[in-house]
Structure formats: C-alpha cells, structure tokens
C-alpha cells in the first residue's frame, strides 16, 4: 500500500490538518529544526502535532542541515525539539541535506550517526541528484539506507506510481529512491476542488520502509501521563493569563546517555544521581522520564506580577514546608534573579546547578511516583494566584445548600425546605442518582418548581369549592399556571437582591425568597380571579 505524506513548514502558514487528511494523505512531514535554530519552522508545530495524532496521521520530522554548525551540536539540537514536542518514539525523521554553502562530509556523517544512535532506529536523507552528483565521492548510504528525493527527471506532477522508473536513483550508494517526493502544487480534493498553499509532496511505496523508519529500539524514554499533565496544564493555565509560552521550552524526555531525571532506564550511565541516591528512584526505574523544565514566562494578573522566578519561590516554599501534594518532589533547580543558580534537594545532598537554569526551572520527581497525581501542586499555584478558580467539592455545595433551605426534618430525616417540601418527598425523582434524596446544587431548581406545584394543587383545591356562577373554574385554573413564569422571576429577583448586599444571613435570602413566592402567587391567583389573566 501507497504511503503518501507532505511537508510543513511556516511557508503552509494557514493549511489545515484537516485539509490535508481531506486530500487523501496518510502522513504529515514536519519541519522542527534548523542548524541550531528554528528558522521557517512553522509557528504552531506543537497544534500540528496535537492535530495530526488526533486525526491518525502518521508523523514524520526533518531538520535541515547547514554548514559551519558541528554535525553533533545539530543533533541535539534537533532531539531537543524531537523531546519538546514528544517526538521520539513512533516517528519517522529526515535530514534535508542540500544547503549553499556546501557543509562538510564528516559534519553530515556525524549528524546521522548521533541521531540514528538516539533514536536506535535509521533515519532518512534528503538531498537532489543535482546537489548530490556535484560531491564526487560523498556518500552516506551506509548510515542512512533510505533516500528522500525528486525523480532525477524532476517532478512528474503527479504520482507516477510503484512501478515507474523514476524510482530509479543511481547515485550516492543508492540504487533507488525509498520516498519519491514526486509534486510541489496545492492539494487536490475528492470533490476536484483545489486550495491555494503549495506543499510538497511524497509517497512511500514500500510500507517497511515507513516501519524501518517509525520502529526503533525498545528502550526510548518516554514522557508519563502524570507529567504531560503537568505540562498541558502549565502551558495552558499561561495561555489563560495572556502568555503564550513556546512548547518547545516546557521539556520533559530527553533520550541520550547521562544522569538526569530526563533520562528514562536505557540511557542511564552507571551511578546515575537519579537512582543511586534514592530508594525511592531504584524502586521506581522504569523507561520514563521523571522531569520538567518550566521555561520562562511573565504576566500580570489582578494587579500583581508572576513569572518563573516568583513560581519557582512559592514552589520551593511548599517543599520546604512539607505539603502533601510536594512530597513526591526530589529537587528544583532554580534562580530567583537570572544569575545565581540554586537547587533544593529533598535529599541535601546538592544545593546548585549548571547555568542553564538561570533561565528555565527544573523540577524532577522520584521516580516511584509516576502514576500519582503530580499536576496538584502546579493547579494550587494557579488558583492562589487567582488564574483557575478553586475547586468545591461535592460535600462542601451540599451543606451549604442544606444549611440555606433546611428548616427541619421529615420523619424520615430528609430535610424540609424554606421555601417548600423536599423534591424527594415530592415524589419528584433524580435524575442524577436514581434513589438518591435531592440534597446538592440541582436541589434548588426542583425544590422551586415542587413549591409551585404544591401551590397550584392547593388552589386548585380551593377552587374546588367555588360554584360555577363565580366564574369559568377551568379558565381560572390555566390562567394560575401561566403565572408560573411570573413567580419564577419574581423568585429569582428576590434572590439577586438579597445576594447583593454584603449583609445578607442564609435566613435573611431564604425569607425573602418565600415571600416573594407567596406574593407573587397571592397576586397571580388574584388576578387570574378578579381580571381574568396573570399579572402584567
């Protein structure tokens, strides 16, 4: 089967994912580095990778390779995008290696064997006959197997399909094109409708080469649940409060040898800090990562300024005083002016870090806590400051409301209401929890309109005995329930008006609550008796 896959990069500016599934394309190739920078990546990458997995399409990377920049220096730098974004694992990646002026052999080599290390799986070059036949002797196909290229022709223009001959490569080592990149136009749709942004695109006609490409070593760093929540949260809470902040400085995995809690079991070197020094770590290796960098940000909200530095000392405050939600956190690595690096360390054994951190704030978890609930502590910081409201719990709604209504009890210990019978005893039945009284927020509305009712049985009983020469009793009755809206709203203001003042008892609402109904009412059954209709 036909893999077909295109470009993105900042030149796609406003193509939509969903334009691109539309067209018939069963991948997304995503532009995530340059040299050592970030040139015409495309500004919203991390929406493009949020909406491609939403809607199944593959995903593949590529950096674009330069000169003058070590072929290694690169690499990371890629990775750290790759990680950034939660790229490394399941993905297919290629470097685009065609600049002016021409970089070095050795650099391009090294490129390819760093990032094929990391990754334990091949990676795919891009490049042109035209660029690469003008390099006698260049070769690389012993590193990367998978050629990404126009035809030698040019572009066809269309997918010639599997058994042309513009697969043919001959050069560089390569018999054959592995991914043909076989246009440059708009997409085309099934209703023969066209778009307007140009896209580069490929096939794949072989699927194992999708799978050499996607499927590497078993033993990645992945980024748990626990902290990509922690993530989500942070980048989406600064959103709320005006700043955007770049994903790619919200990291969490990092898959190369070394020490940190970025680093999951396979890329751990002996004697690794982050599990030799706690039992807590030992216990709880696994493959995940147990880190976040928290890059910068400043905003102001309610009239008070917040950004990294001032997080960073309210979160050590809560280490420090023991918290409940920070009793899973090893360390954070901080610096409260952007020049002296400090650190705490749950353990004391440290008390600084590298320079890097003068500018971002890292805090590592042990490593046995990866499935518990690490986002509490950063949801705490943001309802203090005002940005997420606090959360109420079911019990403390439940007795508020009990408190404003309840007047007494029912033999059978279910609450009376101030302003009529439990809905429960009504018979009115929850739809919420079948068999449950109605004691939380949905009580109100029904507790209203189970007063009504009572009151209308009530005058309907009245009414009853009136003879017939006092008027139409049918008519009178219809006309008492059209003044249900009427005791409605006169309800609702008495509850406004009693709630706007700074004064008002639970008892003082509830009162002026029952009289405005029993006013109101008094005035609609008058009317409905004495001038034919309810009140105006």
Known sequence: MTIYLLDVASYQGDLRPDDVKRAGFDAVNLKISHGNGGKSVHPRVAWWVTEARRLGLGISTFHYFVAGVPGAVQARHCLEQMAALDLQEGTAHQVDVESDPVPDLAAVREYIQYVAAILRRPIALYTGDWWWTARPGWSVSDLAPHLWAAPNAGYPGRYPGDQSPHWRAGYGGWDNLAIMQYAVEPLTFPDGSRGTIKVSKSAIRDPAVWRDLTTGGPRMTVSPESLRAVRTLYMDCLAKAGFVIDPRSVGISRSEPGTSYHIGKGYLTAGAYSVSESSRDRNGLSDASSAVDFGWFSFTWQGRTHNLRTFSAWLVQQCQAGTADSLDIREVIYSLDGKTVKRWDRLGIRSTGDSSHETHTHVSWFRDSEFHNRVAIIRRYFTEIGVLEGEVSEAEVTSALNKFFAGGEHTD????????????????????????????????????????????????????????????????????????????????????????????????????????????????????????????
Do not use: C, H
């Open 413 to 536: 210990g279910t609450p009376t209401s101030r302003i009529g019978r439990d809905a429960w005893a009504q018979g009115i039945p929850n739809p919420f929890r079948p068999g449950v009284p109605r004691t939380f927020a949905y009580s109100l509305l029904a507790d209203v309109a189970a007063a009504i009712k009572a009151n209308n049985e009530a005058t309907a009983a009245v009414l009853a005995n009136v003879q017939m020469d006092d008027g139409d009793k049918a008519a009178i009755l219809a006309r008492i329930e059209a003044s249900t809206s009427v005791v409605a709203a006169a309800s609702a203001e008495a509850v406004r008006e009693a709630f706007g003042s700074d004064e008002a008892e639970a008892e003082d609402i509830a009162e002026a609550l029952v009289a405005a109904m029993g006013r109101a009412k008094a005035e609609a059954v008058a009317a409905a008796i004495t001038s034919g209709g309810p009140p105006e």
